[in-house]
């Protein structure tokens, strides 16, 4: 089998890049693989669902470029195929008085970003909503932060792909490059010829890169997510998105409370950031990463803790997290009234495949994208990928000069 691109994973943004693809009239010899039998089972379809606005991202980097153009497109194509969506907005609060001025750098970064964002005082919070505590008396208010389904929006595109000729060989857990001869062995008799190999394998792209060559610098550290959900006992309703100050110099947006996109689904408290002995370690330890995943991890915390004391502060603000108690308090400086009776465990779990820079002794704060001239490594692919997966996938082609 020839084709002109192959495409390593089956999430979101392997899935538009397909679609651009065919669009931009590169080409339609196109074959995607998968490991898993069905498409989305790992990052793109453990997110919390939110379409974000704009607001967090520095200005100038890849994640700022396509966050705000991503979702306006992503939201025409869900309103095109008649998919579910909340256009719920959301509002960002400092849980601590300390935190206030935070909210005006956050304003900032959004204007510069195009976002379209208020800063709000606590009235017209409690007109929003009235369940929230600000303990500043100011908030942003971003209307334009919606929620989706993630799985949903996966389905739809793969059957828009597969009927526009695209080739998604599912259940492929066991294939073997052969780089000089571009070719990728599925098993004794099945072959794929490629042109260019794109990899966007998420939590195991950096192992595919460095098959390359590529990248050796880049490793991923797993961080698990772990939500919790609101019970029917809640005598008000959470309509809007509620999120914290986050810690800027940290790639996590702290615990927040999102609204489904379905009436009969949910609020979900979370996601939680825990270091996790796996890539793919949603529930329990089924499999501990090798030796050098330990190694970098033990890098990770030496070059923090000696040289960015905001890491202390994870541990402090987010490592312990996972428990209901610490949880539970994080979640009453949004919302005073939520007690323990009122959330449950929810069986919903995410790793986000962050990616640490073993020369810099960094965690990256913005997509990674290695082009080389038959191959290219999207790494770091962390939110908002999701929201802003079609112009990714322009940013993309255009990195490929095609």
């Given at each position: 089998?020839?084709?002109?691109?192959?495409?390593?994973?089956?999430?979101?943004?392997?899935?538009?890049?397909a679609?651009?693809?065919?669009?931009?009239?590169?080409?339609?010899?196109?074959?995607?693989?998968d490991?898993e039998?069905?498409?989305?089972?790992?990052?793109?379809?453990?997110?919390?669902?939110?379409l974000?606005?704009?607001?967090?991202?520095?200005?100038?980097?890849?994640?700022?470029?396509?966050?705000?153009?991503?979702?306006?497109?992503?939201?025409?194509?869900?309103?095109?195929k008649?998919?579910?969506?909340?256009?719920?907005?959301?509002?960002?609060?400092?849980?601590?008085?300390?935190?206030?001025?935070?909210?005006?750098?956050?304003?900032?970064?959004g204007?510069?970003?195009?976002?379209?964002?208020?800063?709000?005082?606590?009235?017209?919070?409690?007109e929003?909503?009235?369940?929230?505590?600000?303990?500043?008396?100011?908030?942003?208010?971003s209307?334009?932060?919606?929620?989706?389904?993630?799985?949903?929006?996966?389905?739809?595109?793969?059957?828009?792909?597969t009927?526009?000729?695209?080739?998604?060989?599912?259940?492929?857990t066991?294939?073997?490059?052969?780089?000089k001869?571009?070719?990728?062995k599925l098993?004794?008799?099945?072959?794929?010829?490629?042109?260019?190999?794109i990899?966007?394998?998420?939590?195991?792209?950096?192992?595919?890169?460095?098959?390359?060559?590529?990248?050796?610098?880049y490793?991923?550290?797993?961080f698990?997510?772990?939500y919790?959900?609101?019970?029917?006992?809640l005598?008000?309703?959470?309509?809007?998105?509620?999120?914290?100050?986050?810690?800027?110099?940290?790639?996590f947006?702290?615990?927040?409370?999102?609204?489904?996109?379905?009436?009969?689904?949910?609020?979900?408290?979370?996601?939680?950031a825990?270091?996790?002995?796996?890539?793919?370690?949603y529930f329990?330890?089924?499999?501990?990463?090798?030796?050098t995943?330990?190694?970098?991890?033990?890098l990770?915390?030496s070059?923090?803790?000696k040289?960015k004391?905001?890491?202390?502060?994870?541990?402090?603000?987010?490592?312990?997290?996972?428990?209901?108690?610490?949880?539970?308090?994080?979640?009453?400086?949004?919302?005073?009234?939520?007690?323990?009776?009122?959330?449950?465990?929810?069986n919903?779990?995410?790793?986000?495949?962050?990616?640490?820079?073993?020369?810099?002794?960094?965690?990256?704060?913005d997509?990674?994208?290695?082009?080389?001239?038959?191959?290219?490594?999207?790494?770091?692919?962390?939110?908002?990928a999701?929201?802003?997966?079609?112009?990714?996938a322009?940013?993309?082609?255009?990195?490929?000069?095609?």
């Amino acid at each position: 089998m020839n084709f002109d691109f192959v495409i390593i994973g089956g999430g979101m943004v392997g899935l538009t890049i397909a679609h651009q693809l065919i669009e931009k009239n590169i080409s339609k010899n196109i074959c995607l693989i998968d490991k898993e039998s069905t498409l989305g089972r790992h990052s793109s379809g453990r997110n919390s669902g939110v379409l974000h606005a704009g607001i967090y991202y520095k200005p100038g980097t890849l994640r700022a470029k396509v966050c705000i153009e991503g979702s306006k497109r992503l939201k025409e194509w869900i309103e095109i195929k008649k998919l579910s969506i909340n256009n719920c907005g959301k509002v960002i609060v400092p849980q601590k008085y300390n935190l206030d001025s935070q909210i005006d750098n956050l304003y900032e970064r959004g204007v510069k970003n195009g976002a379209y964002v208020e800063l709000i005082d606590q009235k017209q919070l409690n007109e929003i909503a009235p369940f929230v505590h600000s303990s500043s008396g100011r908030a942003i208010f971003s209307p334009n932060t919606s929620v989706v389904n993630p799985l949903e929006i996966i389905k739809s595109l793969e059957n828009e792909l597969t009927s526009k000729g695209v080739k998604i060989l599912k259940n492929q857990t066991s294939w073997e490059i052969e780089i000089k001869q571009k070719t990728i062995k599925l098993n004794e008799e099945s072959y794929l010829n490629y042109g260019h190999l794109i990899n966007c394998a998420g939590l195991q792209a950096d192992k595919i890169a460095h098959k390359f060559g590529v990248g050796n610098q880049y490793f991923i550290l797993p961080f698990k997510g772990v939500y919790w959900e609101i019970k029917n006992n809640l005598p008000f309703k959470i309509n809007t998105n509620v999120y914290p100050v986050p810690d800027l110099n940290m790639p996590f947006l702290g615990v927040h409370f999102t609204p489904s996109c379905n009436v009969d689904k949910p609020t979900t408290i979370g996601p939680t950031a825990n270091l996790a002995l796996g890539r793919e370690n949603y529930f329990g330890i089924k499999r501990i990463e090798p030796i050098t995943s330990l190694r970098n991890i033990s890098l990770l915390f030496s070059q923090y803790i000696k040289n960015k004391g905001n890491f202390r502060s994870y541990f402090h603000e987010q490592a312990f997290l996972s428990f209901q108690p610490f949880l539970l308090k994080e979640a009453q400086n949004l919302v005073p009234s939520i007690k323990a009776q009122n959330i449950k465990l929810s069986n919903k779990v995410g790793i986000r495949s962050q990616v640490f820079n073993k020369e810099q002794g960094t965690l990256e704060d913005d997509f990674i994208c290695l082009t080389e001239k038959e191959s290219t490594h999207l790494l770091n692919v962390i939110s908002p990928a999701f929201t802003a997966s079609f112009s990714f996938a322009d940013l993309v082609l255009e990195k490929m000069k095609l």
